[in-house]
């Protein structure tokens, strides 16, 4: 008959198992299982942090971004609108001078000092933007540089007569098409572009600069007549562009808008620059029917042609007043669409932020559960290793010694209820 050992003996046993567990414990032998079911429970919510961190991360900087990119299109507005000025002034001017208009020789060194500043301002201003999204807009420097060898090489002929005036006029035309354009660029490269906005705004600044080529136009037609060596066909052109912009714009705006537009076209100035312009594409239409019969342009101007409705001076002023009207309604235009997208990003910011928070503190929480779980689990597996060994140390043997003396176990009974290993209904019970 086998002999049972003494209860020391088990008593011995239990101390070195649950002295074991903790030296495993404390060097971390141990841990198989309860890593295991710790990285179960934490894997996932560990990487939901991760990715809504991330996201939120990412949310945040483009919408700081997009904020950024439209203060800086708002802070670009006035050195856009000094170069366009700055051209036009230079333009009107230069054409002057080579027809023989002796006050512009005063007055063109100034202009062209205000050209050079303007220019290395809008330079640096597309240079912030580009610090702000370097993959959108390019670096100008080039560019500026060409710009600068040619308008060195127009200015040099211009001094010398040697430049012909419909190429000086050509000139300065690609010049404002390239900030005009370039405006657009910059709009539409932005993060939260408005294709509708950037269309009405390219088309009023080309209508403003319409009104700046006709008036040049039309005074070097004026006041050097045939000595111009410009077609009268691009003073009726460009009159005609810019007064079918503004109507088409006045239409299709919204209702602050056409208020704005519709009092421009109802002053005073813009009649005043209808009426000379009309006189002005009159004497063109006579202009060139002389000069399709080989007679005097003089002559036939005596015979049919009308008298101009405004003295020169008049004239400059009435352009400059619908001009500045259209730049400030251009202005404001550009100041509110800027600022929109500037506090949509704003906004989009502070949710793209409240929403990372609110992902960092659910997925805290689901790791807090999760530990909480996991612990619960590792002290359930504790119990039942721990009542496992003191039911076969310590019941057990009670058991079977009472078998052996052939006396009756009623097995319910024999066990102590603290050892009853009620563990649910899962795999561990």
Known sequence: MPV?????????????????????????AGLGVRARILAIALVPSLA???????????????????EQWAKGLQRAITPTLEL??????????????????????VRLPAARQRFDIAARRLLESSNDLQRVHDSAIVDDTVSFNLLADNLAKV????????????????????????????????????PDASAVGIS???????????????????????TAGSNAYLPFTEFIQQAGYYHTSIGRLAVETDTTERARIN???????????????????????????????????????????????????????????VDQALINLWIADSDRTQALAADRAHRSAIRALEVGVALLTISLSAIVVAVFLAGRIIQRLQRLGGRTLEFAYDSLPAILQSLRDGRPVEPMIAIDESLLLDYGRDKID
């Open 4 to 28: 049972l050992a003494p209860s020391h003996t088990w008593d011995r046993e239990r101390a070195r198992y649950f002295g074991h567990r903790r030296e495993f414990a404390m060097f971390g």
């Open 48 to 66: 939901l942090v991760v990715i809504g961190v991330g996201s939120a991360a990412y949310s945040v900087e483009g919408s700081r971004q997009s």
């Open 84 to 105: 366009i000025k700055a051209v036009q002034v230079e333009r009107h001017l230069t054409m002057a001078y080579l027809t023989g208009d002796s006050s512009a020789t």
């Open 155 to 190: 200015r040099a002929a211009a001094d010398a007569k040697k430049l012909p005036v419909l190429q000086a006029y050509t000139f300065y035309n690609h010049v404002v098409d390239g900030v005009t354009l370039g405006s657009g660029v910059a709009q539409q490269a932005g």
């Open 200 to 222: 009405e705004s390219l088309r009023l600044l080309s209508a403003v600069d319409a009104i700046s080529r006709s008036y040049a136009v039309g005074y070097v037609l004026v």
């Open 263 to 321: 009092a421009i076209v109802m002053s005073a100035d813009w009649s005043q620059l209808s009426a000379i312009e009309s006189a002005v594409s009159q004497r063109a239409v006579i202009e060139v029917a002389y000069e399709s019969s080989g007679r005097s342009p003089r002559s036939i101007v005596d015979q049919g042609a009308p008298y101009l409705p405004l003295m020169v001076g008049q004239w400059q002023s009435a352009a400059t007043g």
